[in-house]
C-alpha cells in the first residue's frame, strides 16, 4: 500500500475513534459540560427530530450542535419538558373533551375551560351550561390520550437541515446541573506523619446515566453569570487518545488555565442517582506538627495539626477543596477517629491547618484587667490570660491575639515577646508542663 494512503487511512480511522467517545467535565458549584457523539439517519433538506438522551437539568441556552462533515445545521430549538402530574395535562387538554366520575357515581361530560388545582370548570356537552366540579370529589378522569405536545422526559426538540440524506455523526454539547464531585482525604496520624490518602466522590442526580464516558475533574471556581445563558461560541474541546488497560483508573493532574485539572485514564460508567468514589493520589506520608492555639477571650484550646504543602514534606501536590478525617492508632492497633476539617482548593507550598477539635486538658481564660482612657486619641487596657495544662505531657500553646489596625502591644509580663504579622495577629508561644498554670498579660495601647 502506498504510504501517503496508509497515513490518510490511519488518519481517518482514528479521527472515527476520536468522535466516537463522549466525555464529561464536572466543575465544582454544581456546573458540567456533556460531550455527546451520536447518529441520525436523516433525508435530505429541512425536518424535525426530538432527541431525549439529556439530563434533566440541562442548560439548554448552552447547547451547541456540531456535525463532523458540516453537513448538516440546526435551524430552530425548542427545549421541552413536561413535568408528568395531573395539573400539567390537564392544563394542555384546556378545550377538549373530558370525562368525570365522582365519588357519589355521577359522570359529567364536558370541554373543559380550566383546571386550577382546586376545582374542574366544564361546559356540559350539548348545552352551554358551565358545571363546577370540587377537585376532592371528583374520583376518575378520563382522557382521549395524552397530548402530543406532552413531553414526559426532557427533549431537545430540533429543526435540522441537512444537505443530503443518509447517516450523520453529530455531537452535541451542553452544560448541566446535578452532577457534583468533592475529596475526602482520610488520614492517620501517629504524632510525626500524617499518612494521607485521598477519594474523589461524584454524585450524579442529572436525570442520565453516563456510560464508558471519558471523565475530567476541574478544581477551582469558574466564574458565571448568574442567568440561563452561557456563550459557548469558540470554545474547542479536548480529545485525548487512550490506549485500553487493565490497570486500576488513575487521575493525571495537571494545570489548567488557572484552575487543576484531573483526567481519568480510563472511560467510567454512572449510573443516574449513583454515587462513585475513586482514587484522586496513592497514600502520601506527609511530616507534619501537632500545635495547640488558644484566642484570647476563647472558650477552649483547639488542637491543630498543620503541614506545609511541599515536595519534602512529602506530599507537594494541588489539594482540591473537601474533607480531612484524621485517624489515630491505638494500643490495640486499632484506628479510632479524632476528628475533621475542612479546606479550600490550596496549591503546593501552601499551608494546610486541620483542627481536629478541642484539647479537654489544656484551659485558657481571658479578663480585661485594666482599661482607661490617656487622652482623647490613646487608649489602652491590661489584658490577662490563664492557660493551665492538666494533661501529664508537656505542652505548647500559641496564645493568639488579633490587634487593632491602631493597636500595638507596648508590654507583656510572664510571657516572651510575641511575633506580630502582616495581619496585626500577634503569636506567644507559651510552653507549660504538666500540671502547671501560667498567668501572663499584656499591655495594648490604641492610638486613633
Known amino acids: 500500500m502506498n504510504k501517503h494512503i496508509l497515513v490518510i487511512a490511519l488518519t481517518l480511522m482514528l479521527a472515527t475513534f476520536v468522535w466516537a467517545e463522549d466525555w464529561l467535565t464536572i466543575y465544582n458549584d454544581d456546573l458540567s459540560l456533556v460531550r455527546s457523539n451520536f447518529e441520525l439517519e436523516l433525508k435530505q433538506g429541512k425536518q ?17 450542535v456540531l456535525s463532523r462533515d458540516g453537513s448538516v445545521r440546526v435551524t430552530e430549538q425548542n427545549y421541552e419538558f413536561d413535568l408528568a402530574g395531573k395539573a400539567q395535562i390537564l392544563n394542555k387538554y384546556i378545550d377538549k373533551k373530558v370525562d368525570l366520575f365522582t365519588k357519589d357515581n355521577s359522570h359529567l361530560t364536558g370541554i373543559l375551560k380550566f383546571y386550577d388545582g382546586a376545582s374542574f370548570g366544564l361546559i356540559e356537552e350539548g348545552t352551554n351550561r358551565l358545571i363546577l366540579a370540587d377537585n376532592d370529589q371528583v374520583q376518575l378522569i378520563q382522557l382521549a390520550e395524552l397530548p402530543p405536545n406532552f413531553y414526559t422526559r426532557p427533549t431537545l426538540h430540533w429543526n435540522l437541515l441537512a444537505n443530503k440524506a443518509g447517516k450523520h455523526q453529530l455531537q452535541l454539547m451542553y452544560l448541566t446541573g446535578g452532577l457534583g464531585w468533592d475529596v475526602t482525604y482520610n488520614s492517620i496520624w501517629d504524632g510525626h506523619i500524617l499518612a494521607l490518602n485521598s477519594w474523589v466522590t461524584i454524585t450524579n442526580n ?110 507537594g501536590k494541588p489539594l482540591p477543596k473537601g474533607t480531612i478525617k484524621v485517624y489515630k492508632k491505638d494500643v490495640d492497633n486499632n484506628l479510632e477517629f479524632i476528628g475533621e476539617d475542612s479546606i479550600n482548593h490550596t496549591s503546593k507550598n501552601e499551608e494546610v491547618r486541620i483542627k481536629t477539635g478541642t484539647a479537654f486538658d489544656l484551659v485558657g481564660k481571658t479578663i480585661i484587667k485594666d482599661q482607661k482612657t490617656i487622652s482623647q486619641k490613646v487608649s489602652q487596657r491590661t489584658i490577662q490570660v490563664t492557660l493551665r495544662n492538666n494533661s501529664a505531657e508537656n505542652k505548647t500553646i500559641n496564645l493568639i491575639h488579633y490587634l487593632g489596625p491602631n493597636a500595638k502591644i507596648i508590654s507583656v509580663e510572664n510571657a516572651p515577646q510575641p511575633s506580630v504579622d502582616e495581619y496585626n495577629k500577634a503569636t506567644f508561644e507559651i510552653n507549660i508542663a504538666p500540671n502547671q498554670e501560667i498567668i501572663l498579660s499584656f499591655l495594648e495601647r490604641t492610638e486613633y
Do not use: C
Open 206 to 315: 442529572s436525570g442520565k446515566a453516563f456510560n464508558n464516558v471519558h471523565l475530567k475533574l476541574i478544581a477551582g471556581d469558574v466564574n458565571r453569570v448568574r442567568k440561563d445563558y452561557y456563550d459557548m461560541a469558540g470554545r474547542g474541546y479536548e480529545v485525548m487518545l487512550k490506549t485500553a488497560e487493565q490497570a486500576a483508573p488513575t487521575f493525571e493532574e495537571k494545570a489548567f488555565h488557572d484552575f487543576h485539572m484531573y483526567t481519568l485514564d480510563q472511560p467510567v460508567t454512572f449510573a443516574d442517582k449513583q454515587t462513585k468514589q475513586m482514587e484522586l493520589y496513592p497514600q502520601q506520608n506527609v511530616n507534619a506538627t501537632q500545635i495547640y492555639e488558644y484566642n484570647t477571650f476563647a472558650s477552649s484550646v483547639l488542637s491543630i495539626i498543620k503541614f506545609k504543602n511541599t515536595e519534602e514534606n512529602g506530599i
Open 48 to 64: 424535525d427530530y426530538n432527541y431525549t438522551d439529556i439530563t434533566s437539568r440541562i442548560e439548554a441556552p448552552s447547547v451547541i
